[in-house]
Nanobody, 120 residues
Framework: QVQLVESGGGLVQVGGSLRLSCAAS????????MGWYRQAPGKERELVAA???????NYADSVKGRFTISRDNAKNTVYLQMNSLKPEDTAVYYC??????????????WGQGTQVTVSS
């Protein structure tokens, strides 16, 4: 069974930092890309950052210069370092991964979501 296990969410003050982690586990053959999405109340889920297995990254304009995505391919883990947090960063953050499990096909998987709250 393939799954994504997230950690690192919490409550921080404006200007603070958090580091989210997401580890893929199970009988995984390959992971092409991993990323983070977020969804605030009343809003649609949006891409925050993504990274390919080769290290190419993509960020939402709203987080450029503040967030950094990275991955450890050996651990099948993706990280999101969030600095200079703002109240508008408050949302549920979801890990996403395009993975190829053994005896299956390429599929996008989602984590359970972790709450990030930035107090003003």
């Amino acid at each position: 069974q393939v799954q994504l296990v997230e950690s690192g969410g919490g409550l921080v003050q404006v200007g603070g930092s958090l580091r989210l982690s997401c580890a893929a586990s199970g009988n995984i053959f390959s992971i092409a890309a991993m990323g983070w999405y977020r969804q605030a109340p009343g809003k649609e889920r949006e891409l925050v950052a993504a990274i390919t297995s080769g290290g190419s990254t993509n960020y939402a304009d709203s987080v450029k210069g503040r967030f950094t995505i990275s991955r450890d391919n050996a651990k099948n883990t993706v990280y999101l370092q969030m600095n200079s947090l703002k109240p508008e960063d408050t949302a549920v953050y979801y890990c996403n991964a395009n993975m190829l499990p053994y005896s299956n096909r390429w599929t996008y998987y989602w984590g359970q979501g972790t709450q990030v709250t930035v107090s003003s």
